[in-house]
C-alpha cells in the first residue's frame, strides 16, 4: 500500500530480551517520527529525523533506546534489555517536508504494540 | 515546555445529534499549529481538522469545526450529525511554529485524549 506501515503489529517479549521495531515511510517521505504511546504517559514524542539524520534525541526515554534511519527511508527503534515499563505502542509518522508543519501532514502507521512480561 | 489538557477522558453521544470535545493548552508561544486527530481501534491515527493560531477565522471541515479561543488558549471540537463511525479516541495536539523551520523539529505534542462513543 502507499502508507505507512509498521512490523511486526505485535510482539511479546521477555523481560531483559532486546526487540526491534521497524517503520517504512511512505515513499519520498524525507522526515519520519517515533512516538510512544502508553497508558500511564499518554503519547509522547520520542525522535525526529530528517533524511538519515537525528537533529536531537533527548525525546529517548533512555539509553537503552536507539534509531536509525537508512538510505532516506526504512527506520529501526531497538529497545535494549526491554522492562515491563517500556509496554506501550510505538507509532511510527513520516512527512514529505522535514520537518512537518500545518501544510506539511505527519501521516501515521498503525504502531507495532509491544508487550513486555 | 508546552502542554495538552483534554478534561472529557470519556464521552457519549447520540446518532445524529451534535458533541463538544474540550481542549485547553498551555504555550508562551505566539505562532504554533493546533490540531485534532481521531484514532480508531485500528490504531492509525487520521488527522481531523487543524487551525493556525495566528488566524482567527475558525477552520471547518464537513461535520467538524472548532472553537479556537487564543487568548484563552482553548481549542474545542465540534462533531455534527455525529455518526457511528466517529466512535474513536480524539486526541487534541500542539505543534511550535519555526520560522523558517529554526527551532522546530515538527514534532507533536498530544492531550491525553478523550474516547468518544457514538449510540445509535
Known amino acids: 500500500g502507499a502508507g505507512v506501515s509498521q512490523s511486526p503489529s505485535n510482539k511479546v517479549t521477555e523481560k531483559g530480551k532486546d526487540v526491534e521495531l521497524r517503520c517504512d515511510p511512505i515513499?519520498?517521505?524525507?522526515?519520519l517520527y517515533w512516538y510512544r504511546q502508553s497508558l500511564g504517559q499518554g503519547l509522547e514524542f520520542l525522535i525526529y529525523f530528517q533524511g538519515n539524520s537525528a537533529p536531537d534525541k533527548s525525546g529517548l526515554p533512555s539509553d537503552r533506546f536507539s534509531a536509525e534511519r537508512t538510505g532516506g527511508s526504512v527506520s529501526t527503534l531497538t529497545i535494549q534489555r526491554t522492562q515491563q515499563e517500556d509496554s506501550a505502542v510505538y507509532l511510527c509518522?513520516?512527512?514529505?517536508?522535514?520537518?512537518?508543519?500545518?501544510?506539511?501532514?505527519?501521516?501515521f502507521g498503525p504502531g507495532t504494540r509491544l508487550t513486555v512480561l | 515546555a508546552q502542554t495538552v489538557t483534554q478534561s472529557q477522558p470519556e464521552m457519549s453521544v447520540q446518532e445524529a445529534e451534535t458533541v463538544t470535545l474540550s481542549c485547553t493548552y498551555d504555550t508562551s508561544e505566539n505562532n504554533y499549529y493546533l490540531f485534532w486527530y481521531k484514532q480508531p481501534p485500528s490504531r492509525q491515527m487520521i488527522l481531523v481538522i487543524r487551525?493556525?493560531?495566528?488566524?482567527?477565522q475558525n477552520a471547518t471541515e464537513n461535520r467538524f469545526s472548532v472553537n479556537f479561543q487564543k487568548a484563552a488558549k482553548s481549542f474545542s471540537l465540534k462533531i455534527s450529525d455525529s455518526q457511528l463511525g466517529d466512535t474513536a479516541m480524539y486526541f487534541c495536539a500542539f505543534m511550535k511554529h519555526g520560522v523558517n523551520y529554526g527551532g522546530s523539529q515538527g514534532n507533536l505534542i498530544f492531550g491525553k485524549g478523550t474516547k468518544l462513543s457514538v449510540k445509535p
Open positions: 515513499s519520498g517521505h524525507t522526515a
Open positions: 509518522a513520516s512527512s514529505l517536508v522535514a520537518p512537518a508543519g500545518f501544510d506539511n501532514e505527519q501521516f
Open positions: 487551525q493556525e493560531a495566528y488566524k482567527q
